[in-house]
């Protein structure tokens, strides 16, 4: 299942109170106070870790707290400092203050740690209030409680790559012929519910990833189809593959559906439309001549002049894919064509 938003509660640990104590000896009069101090609670970090892919942790679990620090005893003793919480998080998690309603971490690396609350600090025993005017305090400090937050987590994939396009224009089938990644693959629209993280393998050791997202439709924004709350997975992409089905099962026009899906990424974010875009001509495998992926082609390089040429392929038979990721990886590396 995957998990890309939670909310959840998170609290540091309370300090442990101080001890109100006095040495008590045989043959030792007027011991003094020795009350120790309590000790630190423990805090609440948040990790970001490659072995921790979705937020499916915080799906069931909305309550999570650090260890509070132990109280102080007779004799000096401290008491014990709480165990810090530390929590692993995907990276490329958002961390935002619920009640603020600001970002306050992003953990976009693997090995970020953040420190979110902060463990409260352990309270004075009475030896620490003993002066040569109050020699026998009878009072101790009380610890301080933790912090504590609401905080709302997002997911945005870290991908090199990231595919858009209209439902059943072939990402599905393309990313399972890049990667190891087999996401479910059927001849109905949305087919994909969720995003699909897979690496690409090419020759000389050379890798890049890359990230399926749902098919998009006209009025996504608005909440059409699946919407396009899943776009959040492609910002941090360095380049974004389009692809356009050049027969569309349902008659519609390859290239109004590519201004379609612009506008509707257009609406979401200026920052996705201004990244490196590839146009991908699939399904090539029922163009026997090559007449239509030429014309789409033409027509695509009128309307968009600052486009890279379409590359055509067929996901479905390999035709192309090799080219396309020679050129993927070029792009990634910012070595343009």
């Given at each position: ?185 059927a001849d109905y629209p949305f087919t994909t519910l969720e995003p699909v993280l897979g690496i ?16 998009l439709i006209e009025g996504a924004h608005a909440g059409a189809g699946l919407g396009h709350e ?108």
């Amino acid at each position: 299942m995957f998990i890309d938003e939670a909310k959840i509660w998170v609290k540091a640990g309370d300090g442990g109170h101080g001890c109100v104590s006095f040495r008590r000896e045989r043959f030792i009069a007027k011991g003094g106070p020795d009350g120790g101090d309590g000790g630190k609670g423990g805090s609440v970090y948040f990790e970001a870790r490659d072995n921790v892919d979705t937020l499916l942790d915080f799906a069931g679990k909305h309550h999570w707290r650090a260890a509070n620090g132990g109280g102080g005893q007779g004799g000096n003793k401290a008491g014990a400092d709480g165990e810090d919480l530390v929590i692993g998080v995907p990276p490329g998690t958002l961390i935002y203050d619920v009640e603020l309603d600001v970002l306050l971490k992003d953990l976009g690396a693997p090995g970020m740690k953040v420190c979110i609350c902060r463990g409260g600090r352990g309270g004075k025993g009475n030896k620490a209030f003993a002066t040569s005017t109050r020699q026998t305090p009878r009072f101790a400090q009380d610890g301080k409680p933790g912090q504590e937050r609401n905080l709302r987590l997002e997911l945005k994939l870290i991908a090199d790559v990231g595919l858009v396009g209209m439902p059943n224009a072939g990402k599905s089938t393309l990313i399972s012929r890049c990667s190891a990644a087999r996401p479910r693959i059927a001849d109905y629209p949305f087919t994909t519910l969720e995003p699909v993280l897979g690496i690409v393998e090419l020759s000389g050791y050379r890798r890049f990833d890359m990230a399926d997202i749902p098919g998009l439709i006209e009025g996504a924004h608005a909440g059409a189809g699946l919407g396009h709350e899943f776009l959040r997975h492609i910002e941090r992409t360095r380049v974004i593959v389009h692809i356009l089905d050049i027969m569309p099962a349902d008659g519609s026009d390859p290239v109004e559906n590519y201004a379609k899906i612009r506008d509707e990424l257009d609406f979401y974010s200026h920052v996705l439309t201004a990244k490196p875009e590839l146009v991908v001509l699939n399904k090539v495998d029922l163009d026997n001549d090559g007449t239509v992926a030429g014309v789409i082609a033409e027509r695509l390089k009128k309307r968009c002049p600052v486009l890279f040429s379409p590359i055509p392929i067929s996901a479905v038979t390999g035709a192309g894919v090799t080219e396309l990721k020679e050129v993927l990886w070029k792009m990634v590396k910012g070595k343009a064509r």
